[in-house]
Each structure stands twice: as structure tokens, then as C-alpha cells.
């Protein structure tokens, strides 16, 4: 299957699917109205097939268990727990719930990215825009001057010839290495020393484990309230954790599970990259009092609030770094430019 749904449209369905079961409908008739009122061709394609599944006697799991590149297995296990325990609406509002803050989390991580992106990209299209177009000319200008040429005009002259010299290899170069980069990254070996190495990073390192943990407790907590075991959400999440560090850690957690050890027990100093003490502090006391699955819900919670702060901080240490970045160049390009061109009109003056 080559089904494609976006997050949002998955999570507004699962809202809608939820509440009209709530409110009486039948489940076939649910999916029938949803199917109808669905925008998308691929989401309603997906709802005619499960529709006709559902008529042939097929579970709600089992109908959408055909889709896995659109519904990971978190989703298609508490659809089944919901189905055998009779508590299919009460799943489908965690799923919406998780799906909404998964969502609400993936806008702020966006968010955070795409200024710095927008702003280094004009940058860079304005500064290849000068070096093709403006800096050649400037060259055969300062040639035929008289006059002793400033550092700074003299280096702007030198990327200029560098630029009209080497440009194109230069950004051949610079296509190839991301090429290969991104087939480089498919390896598993190499994407878990990527993803480490991202968390190794200063400041956004501590924000990239926070975004991680948040989204992998979040899950946790749903699957246990929902009636999965520890052993069994664990193994999940580890297969639709993106972060390989994470799922290496979650499928080392579930060994441990399945030989009855504790969790925290495994963990004790043992995963200081990944996790910081205090939440193995807190893990411990959540096994200790049996109510685990709260544990890691308010730990999502509070990661949740962690990410949102730092969100703010570094927005409010980026703007003036960026505007202190593209001044100095702009102060940079204008010294380059108009300090030979006073010294000239001084010369004429003499």
C-alpha cells in the first residue's frame, strides 16, 4: 500500500470517529459519514476498503492494520484493546489526544526552525545574487583604480574570483556531499551515530532528548492506561520511535522486562545522553507505587512545558543574533564597496 495521510488529517478523523461513537452512532455509519465528508482522495480511499472490511465481519483493528505505513502499530493496539475491553471510545480519545499533542509539538519544533531557515536562506540568496551579478563588475572598477584598495574590499574581490573561478564546483560539491549525506543516512549504523551525535550537541541536544522523551512517555502512558502491558508498550514504541538512540534504549528496556527486571533497576547511570537523572528518579518512583502509567504522562507533561520554554528563550536569543549576523555583513559589503570609491573622489580632489 502507497497510501499517504497527513498528521493532522489522521488526528481530525480519530476526533470525529470518537465522537460520534460517543454519541450513539453506529460504527459503520461513523465511517460512512466520515468517509463522505473526508476532502482527502487517499483518507477516503482507506475508508472504503475499511467500510467494506467492517461489513465483512472485520474488526476496526484489523481493517486499518492494512495501512501501516499510515497507522503505526500504537495506533492498531489500542484500537484492538478498545474492541476486545469494550472501551473503543475511550482509546480513540487518547489516540486523538496523543495525536494532538504530538502535532501541537512537531508546529513548535517547525516553528523554532523555520525563521532561522528563512532568514539564512535570503541571506544566502542575496549574497550569491551579489557575487554573480554585481561583484564582476565591481572587479574591472577597482582594476582601474589608482588608488590602495581597504582589507575588506580586497577580500570581498577575492570571493568575487573565487566565486567566478570555482563557483560551480563549489556548489556541485556542496550538492553531492547532501546527496550523499542523505543516502549515507539510510544506514542504520550511521543514522543511530547521527542521531547521538545531535544529542551530543550543546543546547540543542538538551532540546532534541526533551522533544523525544515528551512525544516516547506520551505514548507510554496512553498504551498503559489503555490496557497494554509495560513489556508489550515498550516493544511498540521502540519500533515507531524515529530516534534510533531511543529505540536501542527501548528494545534494551523490554529485555530487561522480559527477564523481570524493574526499569529503573536497567537504567540507573546507564543512559546519562538520553535521559536525565531526575526522570530516572521518577521513573523509579512510578514502579515503585504502581502508577507508572501516570508517571509517564506527567512526565510528557512536563518535558512538554521544558520544550515551550525553550522554544521561547532561544526565539528571543535568535532574533538579535540573526539581525546582528546580516548587519555586520550588510555593514561589511557597505565598507568594501564605498570606501574606495571615497578614496578615489579624494584622489580626484588632490
Keep these: 500500500m502507497f497510501e499517504r495521510v497527513g498528521h493532522a488529517e489522521k488526528m481530525l478523523f480519530t476526533r470525529e470517529l470518537s465522537v460520534l461513537l460517543k454519541s450513539g452512532v453506529s460504527l459503520r455509519e461513523s465511517m460512512v459519514s466520515l468517509e463522505r465528508q473526508s476532502k482527502f482522495f487517499s483518507m477516503k480511499r482507506i475508508l472504503r476498503q475499511v467500510i467494506l472490511d467492517i461489513e465483512n465481519g472485520q474488526t476496526l483493528a484489523h481493517a486499518f492494520g492494512r495501512y501501516p505505513r499510515v497507522f503505526n502499530p500504537l495506533y492498531i493496539n489500542l484500537l484492538y484493546i478498545g474492541e476486545q475491553s469494550g472501551n473503543l471510545v475511550i482509546n480513540l480519545e487518547y489516540l486523538s489526544d496523543q495525536l494532538n499533542r504530538s502535532y501541537v509539538l512537531q508546529k513548535k519544533v517547525q516553528g523554532i526552525l523555520l525563521y532561522p531557515c528563512i532568514v539564512l536562506l535570503s541571506a544566502g540568496l542575496l549574497g550569491s545574487f551579489i557575487s554573480v551579478f554585481i561583484l564582476p563588475k565591481l572587479i574591472r572598477l577597482f582594476d582601474s583604480f589608482e588608488v590602495a584598495l581597504p582589507l575588506s574590499t580586497r577580500v570581498l574581490l577575492w570571493f568575487s574570483v573565487f566565486m567566478r573561478d570555482f563557483g560551480k564546483e563549489m556548489l556541485a560539491g556542496v550538492f553531492l556531499a547532501l546527496v550523499s549525506f542523505r543516502f549515507l543516512i539510510l544506514l542504520s549504523w550511521i543514522r543511530l551515530l547521527w542521531h547521538r551525535t545531535l544529542l551530543s550537541t550543546p543546547l540543542l541536544g538538551s532540546f532534541l532528548r526533551n522533544v523525544s522523551l515528551a512525544?516516547?512517555?506520551?505514548?507510554?502512558?496512553?498504551?498503559?492506561?489503555?490496557?497494554?502491558?509495560?513489556?508489550?508498550?515498550?516493544?511498540?514504541?521502540?519500533?515507531?520511535?524515529?530516534?534510533?538512540?531511543?529505540?536501542?534504549?527501548?528494545?534494551?528496556?523490554?529485555?530487561?522486562?522480559?527477564?523481570?527486571?524493574?526499569?529503573?533497576?536497567?537504567?540507573?547511570?546507564?543512559?546519562?545522553?538520553?535521559?536525565?537523572?531526575?526522570?530516572?528518579?521518577?521513573?523509579?518512583?512510578?514502579?515503585?507505587?504502581?502508577?507508572?502509567?501516570?508517571?509517564?504522562?506527567?512526565?510528557?507533561?512536563?518535558?512538554?512545558?521544558?520544550?515551550?520554554?525553550?522554544?521561547?528563550?532561544?526565539?528571543?536569543?535568535?532574533?538579535?543574533?540573526?539581525?546582528?549576523?546580516?548587519?555586520?555583513?550588510?555593514?561589511?559589503?557597505?565598507?568594501?564597496?564605498?570606501?574606495?570609491?571615497?578614496?578615489l573622489t579624494g584622489s580626484i580632489h588632490r
Design 215 to 343: 512525544m516516547m512517555f506520551r505514548d507510554l502512558g496512553v498504551m498503559l492506561q489503555s490496557g497494554l502491558s509495560i513489556s508489550k508498550a515498550v516493544e511498540i514504541e521502540a519500533g515507531i520511535t524515529k530516534n534510533l538512540a531511543y529505540a536501542r534504549m527501548l528494545r534494551e528496556w523490554h529485555e530487561m522486562l522480559l527477564q523481570g527486571k524493574s526499569i529503573a533497576g536497567g537504567i540507573q547511570g546507564k543512559y546519562k545522553l538520553l535521559m536525565p537523572e531526575t526522570v530516572v528518579k521518577m521513573i523509579a518512583a512510578g514502579e515503585k507505587s504502581g502508577k507508572l502509567d501516570e508517571t509517564f504522562l506527567y512526565l510528557s507533561d512536563f518535558l512538554d512545558a521544558e520544550v515551550d520554554r525553550t522554544a521561547k528563550n532561544f526565539t528571543v536569543l535568535l532574533e538579535p543574533t540573526l539581525l546582528f549576523i546580516i548587519g555586520g555583513t550588510v555593514a561589511f559589503l557597505a565598507l568594501a564597496i564605498l570606501s574606495p570609491i571615497y578614496s
